[in-house]
């Protein structure tokens, strides 16, 4: 059937559905099992075991893969078929390759979590009540309600429009919102079919509705829509890499590139020192080559990007936790260097619950009544509660409790046509015939805005002309409430003698007979204040933005504590008489922007971004899109926002809550620090690695096989740099600065820590091995060592201490300047990692075949004895270290 072709009344019949009631829930679930859910088809996922050999197309991988081949088949040349080292090279590849597709699930499993937390709903006619579903359970035939800021969730044939506009662009590359309506569109003549984008009854799956409401029955869903003819299949959501991890891809691109040259050098340096000695003798080409492999292993951070991965998942599956739903891992870091936040009033600094406390009006009970008419929200009899957006709720209730339910009202005064609300006019209108045949119209809104366009009054005695003083009283009467944190909305009434020929609003409101004023209290969130304060104190400026009349919101500005007084606060109006460069120059000066229209927003953010700040917005309505959008952290409602905002942000909050913002930033700071804090670890094991490689290649003798780092950089120190990305938050994160968003992960002499780390491990690490050639020889001869005669003692011993300094150095790393015996709380995954490390150590150096395979000999005890004492050496040296630059960085600020 081709729905627009035919009356509302036929879809439905032909679709077996009711307007009024919908579907009931037994024949929902029917239909949902016969057609399946709505959704569009997801691309298949690629295999485990293709993911698992495509992490295998890495420079590193593919070079230890040639390394263990080389040295399999020279050893095969040789005689001796040793696959020790080759089983360890694949055994550790294998190991690469299985962190690789974890970490890769691991993100993919946080974004997927994140994104069936922020599914999109739908309001659904079932059984007659109206309830929220996730869109994915709509079936044909459903009922569904459409607001201004909605996702078209199905394609549906409209039912009943309030200038409900939708925009198609996705479908028809149109990017005018077109009206729609509920009549049957007649074929033009000649033609079979109507084009799509004239399909004026029809709404279609992956559109907005940018105005007004609406009532529709769904007509196709899931593969069945016209998105799902389109599409095909919905790709795979692919996440971009963050800049943190495109500059560590860089660092370990970089790194790889300069130690494929170095070891090139390295080599061919040997070959033309050996002469033609070497190319008759495969073994001592081999050792060369095998060191030239180590150089590259103890170079090369193998599982740094992994880590970054894992823990910024790990970061994300918190946040959630603490109800900040960030939808671009990106988020996590930039969250970290906010700056300023922008917030909206309504419902993320209070709490949405609006009360009418006060009336201003000479006949009230007929305000009250326009104020009840005039509002989509319900009266619920049974419950004795409003149901609807909390404004109107508040009217209605109102309305009750004066002995006017709205139930009652809706059955005796019928809704001819509307104006619906929206925040650039700050008004609504609702066009009515009354129970005496009246055509009577009632509009509510901003007082400023209703006054403006009032032209009488009504008074005790009847409606006479609106003088200035008249205004200038009702005026000082909505600046009493205000000043009382009371949000004010006033109500009007216009009287026709005919339907009105138009729905316009710049029509319908005008010349309007003024009625009176309601004043609300909406209690701001008791978690907000102390939120705002540990704002400031973490160097975050607080920005309040609202549509709301200045007074009120000067008045909860000041309890909050963002503003000292209405010398900081200024309105939308004001802010269009400014140029660009007077609004930069007093930017600082205010906290408070009231009145102003959606477009305000993202001048507020220009201008704080044309400063270099990190800015933060927050937003709800379909036009605050392009201001969350240009924000460097866009952020949705996830109660009251709608589709349109939610899809752009980069962060959801799930509460509306301002707190959860602070909270948010919070968690960015302590990822970015843990971050910083295991990268610091790896890489000071990594330069610790390429400087013993280095003296020792250089003076003439082996210290390590590249087995042997690749047991160091890929099993022991992974744990313990996984753990140390859960590191709680230290005690200052939200007492210092926020960090500059330009500086490099290496900022504030982070570069120089690993260097000096670098340079101490090498230090034990050297002095270790000669102690195990002393205790083997009773001497240190160095040309003993060269002919690798004593080196086996010495290579064990550097090992271990080379690991029990990692699972010591761990802990020093819980602080960059902090003493650990200052650390509070303790890391019980730190722990757990240093002991698997332990016992990962134990096993490789103790136990056979496999300490035989690394090249380990056993140890007498007071050798073992040296190499831990040596190891743990570490511990005291960074204390030293540690208190030296807490004395310089203190003489420095
Ligand atoms: P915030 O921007 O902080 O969320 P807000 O809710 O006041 O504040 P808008 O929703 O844009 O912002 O509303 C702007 C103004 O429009 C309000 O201050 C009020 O005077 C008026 N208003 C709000 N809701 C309605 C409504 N349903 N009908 C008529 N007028 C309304």
Same mark, same amino acid.
């Given at each position: 059937?081709?729905?627009?072709?035919?009356?509302?009344?036929?879809?439905?019949?032909?679709?077996?559905?009711?307007?009024?009631?919908?579907?009931?829930?037994?024949?929902?679930?029917?239909?949902?099992?016969?057609?399946?859910?709505?959704?569009?088809?997801?691309?298949?996922?690629?295999?485990?075991?293709?993911?698992?050999?495509?992490?295998?197309?890495?420079?590193?991988?593919?070079?230890?893969?040639?390394?263990?081949?080389?040295?399999?088949?020279?050893?095969?040349?040789?005689?001796?078929?040793?696959?020790?080292?080759?089983?360890?090279?694949?055994?550790?590849?294998?190991?690469?390759?299985?962190?690789?597709?974890?970490?890769?699930?691991?993100?993919?499993?946080?974004?997927?979590?994140?994104?069936?937390?922020?599914?999109?709903?739908?309001? /659904? =006619?079932?059984?007659?009540?109206? %309830?929220?579903?996730? $869109?994915?359970? &709509?079936?044909?035939?459903?009922? @569904? #309600?459409?607001?201004?800021?909605?996702?078209?969730?199905?394609?549906?044939?409209?039912?009943?429009?309030?200038?409900?506009?939708?925009?198609?662009?996705?479908?028809?590359?149109?990017?005018?919102?077109?009206?729609?309506?509920?009549?049957?569109?007649?074929?033009?003549?000649?033609?079979?079919?109507?084009?799509?984008?004239?399909?004026?009854?029809?709404?279609?799956?992956?559109?907005?509705?940018?105005?007004?409401?609406?009532?529709?029955?769904?007509?196709?869903?899931?593969?069945?829509?016209?998105?799902?003819?389109?599409?095909?299949?919905?790709?795979?959501?692919?996440?971009?890499?963050?800049?943190?991890?495109?500059?560590?891809?860089?660092?370990?691109?970089?790194?790889?590139?300069?130690?494929?040259?170095?070891?090139? /050098? =390295?080599?061919?340096?040997?070959? %033309?020192?050996?002469? $033609?000695?070497? &190319?008759?003798?495969?073994?001592? @080409? #081999?050792?060369?080559?095998?060191?030239?492999?180590?150089?590259?292993?103890?170079?090369?951070?193998?599982?740094?990007?992994?880590?970054?991965?894992?823990?910024?998942?790990?970061?994300?599956?918190?946040?959630?936790?603490?109800?900040?739903?960030?939808?671009?891992?990106?988020?996590?870091?930039?969250?970290?260097?906010?700056?300023?936040?922008?917030?909206?009033?309504?419902?993320?600094?209070?709490?949405?619950?609006?009360?009418?406390?006060?009336?201003?009006?000479?006949?009230?009970?007929?305000?009250?009544?326009?104020?009840?008419?005039?509002?989509?929200?319900?009266?619920?009899?049974?419950?004795?509660?409003?149901?609807?957006?909390?404004?109107?709720?508040?009217?209605?209730?109102?309305?009750?409790?004066?002995?006017?339910?709205?139930?009652?009202?809706?059955?005796?005064?019928?809704?001819?046509?509307?104006?619906?609300?929206?925040?650039?006019?700050?008004?609504?209108?609702?066009?009515?015939?009354?129970?005496?045949?009246?055509?009577?119209?009632?509009?509510?809104?901003?007082?400023?805005?209703?006054?403006?366009?009032?032209?009488?009054?009504?008074?005790?005695?009847?409606?006479?002309?609106?003088?200035?003083?008249?205004?200038?009283?009702?005026?000082?009467?909505?600046?009493?409430?205000?000043?009382?944190?009371?949000?004010?909305?006033?109500?009007?009434?216009?009287?026709?003698?005919?339907?009105?020929?138009?729905?316009?609003?710049?029509?319908?409101?005008?010349?309007?007979?003024?009625?009176?004023?309601?004043?609300?209290?909406?209690?701001?969130?008791?978690?907000?204040?102390?939120?705002?304060?540990?704002?400031?104190?973490?160097?975050?400026?607080?920005?309040?933005?609202?549509?709301?009349?200045?007074?009120?919101?000067?008045?909860?500005?000041?309890?909050?504590?963002?503003?000292?007084?209405?010398?900081?606060?200024?309105?939308?109006?004001?802010?269009?008489?400014?140029?660009?460069?007077?609004?930069?120059?007093?930017?600082?000066?205010?906290?408070?922007?009231?009145?102003?229209?959606?477009?305000?927003?993202?001048?507020?953010?220009?201008?704080?971004?044309?400063?270099?700040?990190?800015?933060?917005?927050?937003?709800?309505?379909?036009?605050?899109?392009?201001?969350?959008?240009?924000?460097?952290?866009?952020?949705?409602?996830?109660?009251?926002?709608?589709?349109?905002?939610?899809?752009?942000?980069?962060?959801?909050?799930?509460?509306?809550?301002?707190?959860?913002?602070?909270?948010?930033?919070?968690?960015?700071?302590?990822?970015?620090?843990?971050?910083?804090?295991?990268?610091?670890?790896?890489?000071?094991?990594?330069?610790?690695?390429?400087?013993?490689?280095?003296?020792?290649?250089?003076?003439?003798?082996?210290?390590?096989?590249?087995?042997?780092?690749?047991?160091?950089?890929?099993?022991?120190?992974?744990?313990?740099?996984?753990?140390?990305?859960?590191?709680?938050?230290?005690?200052?994160?939200?007492?210092?600065?926020?960090?500059?968003?330009?500086?490099?992960?290496?900022?504030?002499?982070?570069?120089?820590?690993?260097?000096?780390?670098?340079?101490?491990?090498?230090?034990?690490?050297?002095?270790?091995?000669?102690?195990?050639?002393?205790?083997?020889?009773?001497?240190?001869?160095?040309?003993?060592?060269?002919?690798?005669?004593?080196?086996?003692?010495?290579?064990?011993?550097?090992?271990?201490?080379?690991?029990?300094?990692?699972?010591?150095?761990?802990?020093?790393?819980?602080?960059?300047?902090?003493?650990?015996?200052?650390?509070?709380?303790?890391?019980?995954?730190?722990?757990?990692?240093?002991?698997?490390?332990?016992?990962?150590?134990?096993?490789?150096?103790?136990?056979?075949?496999?300490?035989?395979?690394?090249?380990?000999?056993?140890?007498?005890?007071?050798?073992?004895?040296?190499?831990?004492?040596?190891?743990?050496?570490?511990?005291?040296?960074?204390?030293?270290?540690?208190?030296?630059?807490?004395?310089?960085?203190?003489?420095?600020?």
């Amino acid at each position: 059937m081709k729905e627009y072709l035919a009356t509302a009344v036929d879809v439905l019949d032909e679709l077996g559905s009711r307007e009024e009631s919908g579907l009931s829930a037994d024949e929902a679930a029917q239909r949902l099992a016969k057609d399946g859910p709505n959704k569009l088809d997801e691309e298949k996922k690629t295999p485990l075991w293709v993911r698992f050999f495509q992490q295998m197309a890495d420079p590193m991988v593919i070079m230890l893969l040639v390394a263990a081949a080389i040295s399999a088949i020279t050893s095969a040349v040789q005689g001796e078929m040793d696959i020790a080292e080759v089983a360890i090279i694949l055994f550790v590849v294998v190991i690469n390759s299985v962190l690789g597709v974890v970490q890769e699930a691991k993100s993919e499993e946080a974004l997927e979590a994140l994104q069936q937390m922020s599914a999109a709903q739908s309001r /659904v =006619v079932r059984d007659g009540k109206t %309830v929220h579903l996730p $869109s994915s359970e &709509l079936v044909v035939g459903d009922v @569904i #309600l459409l607001e201004a800021g909605d996702s078209v969730p199905a394609d549906c044939r409209v039912l009943e429009s309030a200038s409900m506009k939708i925009e198609e662009a996705a479908l028809t590359g149109e990017s005018v919102p077109v009206e729609k309506h509920a009549n049957a569109i007649s074929l033009p003549a000649e033609s079979d079919d109507v084009a799509l984008g004239d399909r004026k009854n029809m709404c279609y799956m992956g559109s907005t509705v940018v105005y007004g409401r609406g009532r529709a029955v769904v007509a196709g869903t899931g593969m069945d829509t016209e998105m799902g003819k389109i599409a095909g299949a919905l790709s795979e959501a692919k996440e971009e890499l963050t800049p943190l991890q495109v500059k560590l891809a860089e660092l370990s691109r970089i790194l790889t590139i300069m130690v494929v040259i170095i070891c090139a /050098v =390295v080599f061919v340096v040997d070959l %033309v020192r050996h002469g $033609s000695a070497m &190319l008759a003798q495969p073994k001592l @080409i #081999l050792d060369t080559f095998m060191v030239a492999v180590s150089l590259a292993v103890a170079a090369i951070p193998e599982g740094l990007v992994a880590v970054v991965t894992i823990v910024l998942s790990l970061g994300v599956t918190k946040m959630a936790k603490r109800q900040a739903i960030v939808r671009k891992l990106s988020a996590v870091e930039t969250l970290g260097c906010t700056q300023i936040i922008c917030s909206d009033k309504t419902g993320t600094l209070t709490q949405n619950k609006m009360t009418v406390v006060r009336h201003a009006a000479e006949d009230v009970e007929e305000h009250v009544r326009a104020m009840a008419l005039c509002s989509d929200a319900k009266w619920d009899v049974e419950a004795g509660v409003a149901v609807g957006e909390p404004t109107e709720a508040a009217l209605v209730a109102d309305a009750a409790k004066e002995g006017q339910p709205k139930s009652d009202l809706d059955d005796e005064y019928r809704r001819i046509d509307e104006a619906p609300f929206d925040s650039g006019r700050k008004m609504m209108s609702v066009v009515c015939e009354t129970p005496s045949d009246r055509i009577v119209q009632y509009t509510k809104g901003a007082p400023d805005e209703v006054l403006k366009r009032c032209t009488k009054i009504r008074q005790s005695d009847g409606v006479v002309e609106l003088t200035d003083e008249m205004r200038e009283e009702v005026l000082s009467q909505n600046k009493g409430m205000a000043d009382d944190a009371l949000r004010v909305l006033a109500s009007a009434e216009r009287a026709w003698d005919q339907v009105p020929s138009s729905n316009d609003a710049a029509f319908l409101e005008q010349d309007l007979t003024y009625l009176g004023l309601s004043g609300m209290i909406d209690p701001v969130r008791p978690e907000v204040g102390p939120a705002i304060k540990e704002a400031h104190e973490a160097g975050i400026s607080t920005i309040m933005i609202t549509g709301d009349h200045i007074d009120t919101a000067v008045a909860i500005a000041a309890t909050l504590g963002i503003i000292d007084d209405r010398s900081e606060a200024i309105t939308g109006a004001e802010l269009d008489r400014m140029s660009d460069e007077e609004f930069d120059r007093n930017l600082e000066r205010y906290g408070v922007y009231a009145r102003v229209q959606p477009e305000h927003k993202t001048r507020i953010v220009e201008a704080w971004k044309a400063r270099g700040q990190i800015v933060a917005m927050t937003g709800d309505g379909v036009n605050d899109a392009p201001s969350i959008k240009r924000a460097d952290i866009g952020v949705g409602m996830g109660i009251t926002g709608t589709d349109v905002t939610k899809n752009v942000a980069d962060m959801v909050l799930a509460d509306d809550n301002f707190a959860t913002i602070i909270g948010a930033v919070e968690e960015g700071r302590r990822i970015y620090d843990n971050i910083r804090k295991f990268i610091q670890f790896l890489l000071s094991a990594n330069l610790a690695e390429v400087f013993s490689v280095f003296i020792a290649t250089v003076i003439g003798f082996t210290i390590f096989q590249p087995v042997q780092l690749l047991w160091i950089n890929l099993i022991t120190d992974l744990f313990p740099a996984l753990a140390l990305g859960m590191e709680d938050a230290e005690g200052d994160v939200m007492k210092r600065k926020p960090r500059n968003a330009s500086d490099g992960v290496f900022a504030g002499g982070m570069g120089l820590d690993c260097v000096v780390q670098g340079l101490v491990i090498t230090a034990l690490v050297l002095a270790s091995f000669f102690v195990g050639v002393y205790f083997d020889m009773g001497y240190i001869h160095i040309a003993d060592m060269i002919a690798g005669n004593a080196d086996e003692e010495g290579v064990t011993m550097a090992f271990i201490t080379l690991s029990m300094v990692e699972i010591f150095h761990c802990f020093n790393m819980r602080s960059r300047r902090a003493s650990l015996f200052t650390m509070k709380k303790q890391n019980k995954w730190l722990w757990a990692a240093a002991l698997l490390a332990l016992v990962l150590t134990v096993v490789v150096v103790e136990v056979d075949p496999l300490a035989q395979m690394f090249g380990f000999v056993p140890l007498p005890g007071e050798a073992m004895a040296w190499a831990l004492v040596l190891a743990f050496l570490i511990i005291p040296l960074m204390e030293v270290y540690k208190a030296i630059m807490r004395r310089v960085e203190k003489d420095q600020s």
